[in-house]
């Protein structure tokens, strides 16, 4: 790994150009020890890694898209908390075949997201290692405890919303697995399609006026519909009820299932990696919620609702309980660790 | 990964229970989609990462040892700083052919370092990978930024000074490598070389104590003397001129480096991983700085000084100049990245 300092030279100041109007929370960035930042309130932090193979695949994801999709991926479960964005770091396993091209679009993949969410990229580490991985922490603020969102606190009577149609992903997945299903759709659902695999954006305006209106718990859809909505009625010991009659799918997501001989009501559910978030919201402010939503520009559906009790109620758009267990098997992500 | 969650949940409830004790900053951990921490002065964050065949080698690391020395390695950041350590985070990739027993034995080597240096364990996600590695984000604090020691700061005429005797971990692993090579030394000796690989110990206290005797300028000795002194020079515009005749060596280390074929003082210069402090310290708080090392139960030792200048100057004992640019080359680890 010759020159490698020059390049982690070059690295960084395509990254940092990136965060450098994210505030003047960042006292002093990558090229010390630590990174050091003025704290005030709360932080709340958050590991996301992906590595080549399990959660990407370097023959179909372009650099740039490896990249902005580990930060994405990140700053989402921020966007969960309903927390302000402030800073990330990032992990690099290098393997040896791994272009110095490649290397450099990943690295303006990621600073591409950090300048849209304002994000400073304040700190990393680039190790040599024989898979390319890249493990994020991302850290967000908020004024006070309260202002944030967690997954616990869904109450019997709540409402259940989505911030946006599912299935996208998994569908985009199928098509850049398989290009011959691209005959399904046309070029433009393609691309949207594929761009929901390999571009997502984190739902932070979205999860700030959720916390705003009042949400009471709120995960974002990393996993899948199936896998997450069960993890908010672990956290609130309450019952969700999903009717997927009611969750919006992605334009495309039909056709593309239908050719790849997928159920694509599975997709929806269980497909993961739309980065939606799924929120519990009060009946008496799902209007404010709904209105603020549209307002940032999403299509927020109402898919169900909390009741006593414990676990999750898959509800298929022909009326039948789905057999939910079976559906943590169809991610191709690894299921999610402590975090 | 069938039963994974059963074991996140067990993985969980050890590593929480070592950082119960550290403190109230803590408001919702591991388990929500983001850890929340109440914020107060600033913080220090530092990535450090290590990987399977690159920085360890599961055939002759037992599994605590893997875990424990990558928290080490992070908390050393923050000890090169003077912070106060508070919470780390913690990303695995779990090749499949990792054991759930030394999965669990990393999670018990973390949770002792943890424990010692009452970190809290706040986080941390689990991947399917190809290859073992820990990334791991740990984050210090301090009441003011001027409470905080950087690279930056040494000034000509500055003494340096190291917290303890190098070249230990660089004979370790040639001990660990090469079992053979044990007779050059006794029993004890041995042991407690490959302890020095094996069970880094962050110097915590030190760089606490070397912060508040007014140390300008700090750096944790993880690629070796020559190298990182060459940071501190970098970082501070200054040239640094090291006489290796003064720098401690750790008993056995000549020895074990006779037998192997190589030369001790490289070992010493150059052998990274021994994570004792080089510090920049102002002539007249050299006497505090030292006594409050001793009083913290450290061998220091004076090794240098600080010119106007640039660059590194590393005098070896015979008093001619080393070449300097060959040594980056003798460490083992990848080059450190960003921070």
Redesign the interface.
């Known amino acids: 790994?010759r020159g490698?300092?020059d390049l982690?030279r070059r690295?960084?100041e395509r990254i940092a150009a990136a965060g450098s109007d994210s505030g003047d929370r960042l006292?002093?960035a990558?090229?010390?020890?630590?990174?050091?930042?003025?704290?005030?309130?709360?932080?709340?932090?958050?590991?996301?890694?992906?590595?080549d193979?399990?959660?990407f695949r370097r023959a179909t994801f372009p650099p740039e898209a490896i990249g902005a999709k580990a930060l994405a991926a990140a700053l989402s479960?921020?966007a969960?908390?309903g927390?302000d964005p402030g800073?990330a770091?990032?992990?690099?396993?290098l393997p040896d075949d791994l272009s110095e091209a490649a290397l450099i679009g990943i690295a303006d993949g990621l600073a591409e997201v950090a300048a849209q969410a304002r994000v400073a990229v304040?700190?990393?580490?680039?190790?040599?290692?024989?898979?390319l991985?890249l493990?994020i922490?991302?850290?967000?603020?908020a004024a006070t405890?309260d202002r944030?969102v967690?997954?616990?606190g869904a109450k019997a009577g709540d409402v259940l919303l989505v911030t946006g149609p599912l299935g996208g992903a998994a569908a985009g997945r199928l098509l850049l697995d398989r290009p011959e299903l691209e005959r399904a759709v046309d070029a433009e659902t393609a691309a949207r399609l594929r761009s929901r695999q390999l571009r997502p954006l984190p739902r932070l305006a979205a999860g700030s006026a959720l916390a705003a209106a009042g949400a009471r718990a709120?995960?974002?859809l990393s996993d899948g519909l199936a896998g997450d909505a069960r993890h908010l009625a672990e956290?609130g010991a309450v019952r969700l009820v999903v009717d997927l009659g009611t969750v919006p799918t992605e334009r495309g997501v039909a056709e593309v299932a239908r050719a790849a001989g997928e159920d694509a009501e599975l997709l929806v559910a269980a497909g993961g990696e739309d980065y939606e978030l799924l929120a519990a919201v009060g009946p008496d402010r799902v209007e404010d919620a709904l209105t603020s939503l549209r307002d940032a520009g999403l299509v927020p559906a109402l898919v169900g609702g909390v009741e006593a009790g414990e676990g999750l109620v898959l509800r298929s758009a022909t009326g039948r309980e789905l057999d939910v267990r079976g559906y943590d098997q169809v991610s191709s992500r690894?299921?999610?660790?402590?975090?």
Do not use: N
């Not at 304040?122 to 898979?131: E, M, R």
């Open positions: 790994m490698e300092f982690i690295l960084r006292l002093i990558s090229g010390d020890d630590a990174a050091v930042t003025a704290a005030s309130g709360v932080s709340a932090t958050s590991v996301d890694c992906v590595v193979g399990v959660h479960d921020l969960a908390m927390a800073e770091y990032v992990q690099v396993g304040a700190g990393g580490d680039l190790v040599a290692s024989p898979v991985f493990a922490t991302a850290v967000g603020h405890l944030l967690t997954r616990a709120m995960i974002d956290a690894a299921p999610a660790g402590p975090t």
